[in-house]
């Protein structure tokens, strides 16, 4: 069955009309109606209503009811706002960027993991290692470095012109350097969003991690020479003469999401 048919079984249910139903009602205003939760203006017919899927509705997910049948993970829009949500019949939204920086193991790529959308791409040199040579995370052949780089710097490029049609674009990286990672978001138009975690938290997460067990000392090392290097961001009383690629300065610490 193709994935169309499967969808077009899921929609035709009574379980998903039963609660699209349900959450029009719930969810109308008691004196303009129902209104669209992405532009904020009234949905005049009900045939207009469109129920979205914040975290989209895959074959791997579809018969999973905390996701296909969440009201938590659905949104009550205009159809036309379908449409440019999902960048559909002419709608283009702009392709966004965001350099994700923190000290090894605080979190970064589990972050990217919760807020990364279906068609957005993501640069990670751990997981290009892993990509070319089917080797597990923790090896990494010094001999394939040149070939790691080169790919690393035509993704990075690509996602400077805007090339392709992704909708947002995340590297993930130890970027201790202050001056370093700003030229970087400068370069790629890139919000920047701190992953924080002390150095402690990262060895304790090192120790109970079991397939590290056997490179521990280099991880170790790893997580001190990130420390020893890091630079912070100035206040934004120092910071007034730079400015990020979004024009915006480097955004607030994030924790990850767990």
Same mark, same amino acid.
């Given at each position: 069955?193709?994935?169309?048919?499967?969808?077009?079984?899921?929609?035709?249910?009574?379980?998903?009309?039963?609660?699209?139903?349900?959450?029009?009602?719930?969810?109308?205003?008691?004196?303009?109606?129902?209104?669209?939760?992405?532009?904020?203006?009234?949905?005049?017919?009900?045939?207009?209503?469109?129920?979205?899927?914040?975290?989209?509705?895959?074959?791997?997910?579809?018969?999973?009811?905390?996701?296909?049948?969440?009201?938590?993970?659905?949104?009550?829009?205009?159809?036309? /706002?379908? =449409?440019?949500?999902?960048?559909?019949?002419?709608? %283009?939204?702009? *392709?966004?960027?965001? @350099?994700? $920086?923190?000290?090894?193991?605080?979190?970064?790529?589990?972050?990217?993991?919760?807020?990364?959308?279906?068609?957005?791409?993501?640069?990670?040199?751990?997981?290009?290692?892993?990509?070319?040579?089917?080797?597990?995370?923790?090896?990494?052949?010094?001999?394939?470095?040149?070939?790691?780089?080169?790919?690393?710097?035509?993704?990075?490029?690509?996602?400077?012109?805007?090339?392709?049609?992704?909708?947002?674009?995340?590297?993930?990286?130890?970027?201790?350097?202050?001056?370093?990672?700003?030229?970087?978001?400068?370069?790629?138009?890139?919000?920047?969003?701190?992953?924080?975690?002390?150095?402690?938290? /990262?060895? =304790?997460?090192?120790?109970?991690?079991?397939?590290? %067990?056997?490179? *521990?000392?280099?991880? @170790?090392? $790893?997580?001190?020479?990130?420390?020893?290097?890091?630079?912070?961001?100035?206040?934004?009383?120092?910071?007034?003469?730079?400015?990020?690629?979004?024009?915006?300065?480097?955004?607030?610490?994030?924790?990850?999401?767990?």
């Amino acid at each position: 069955m193709t994935k169309y048919q499967t969808l077009s079984y899921f929609y035709k249910s009574p379980e998903w009309r039963s609660l699209r139903q349900t959450l029009m009602i719930q969810r109308s205003h008691p004196v303009k109606g129902l209104v669209c939760e992405h532009c904020k203006e009234v949905i005049l017919k009900d045939i207009d209503c469109i129920a979205h899927h914040i975290k989209e509705l895959t074959l791997s997910n579809v018969h999973d009811a905390t996701i296909a049948l969440n009201p938590g993970n659905i949104l009550l829009v205009h159809h036309r /706002c379908h =449409n440019e949500i999902h960048t559909r019949f002419g709608h %283009q939204s702009p *392709q966004k960027v965001y @350099l994700v $920086y923190g000290p090894p193991l605080a979190g970064k790529t589990s972050y990217v993991k919760a807020s990364k959308g279906r068609k957005d791409i993501v640069l990670d040199l751990d997981e290009l290692y892993r990509a070319i040579t089917l080797l597990p995370n923790y090896e990494k052949p010094s001999e394939l470095s040149l070939n790691i780089f080169q790919i690393r710097d035509l993704l990075l490029d690509q996602i400077k012109t805007r090339t392709g049609k992704w909708s947002q674009a995340w590297i993930i990286g130890g970027y201790p350097n202050f001056v370093e990672r700003e030229r970087l978001a400068q370069q790629l138009g890139a919000e920047i969003i701190f992953i924080e975690a002390t150095q402690e938290e /990262c060895i =304790n997460r090192l120790l109970q991690d079991r397939d590290k %067990q056997f490179v *521990q000392q280099d991880w @170790l090392n $790893y997580i001190h020479d990130w420390f020893l290097r890091f630079s912070p961001t100035p206040p934004r009383s120092e910071f007034q003469g730079t400015e990020s690629g979004t024009g915006e300065g480097t955004s607030d610490a994030r924790r990850p999401k767990f």
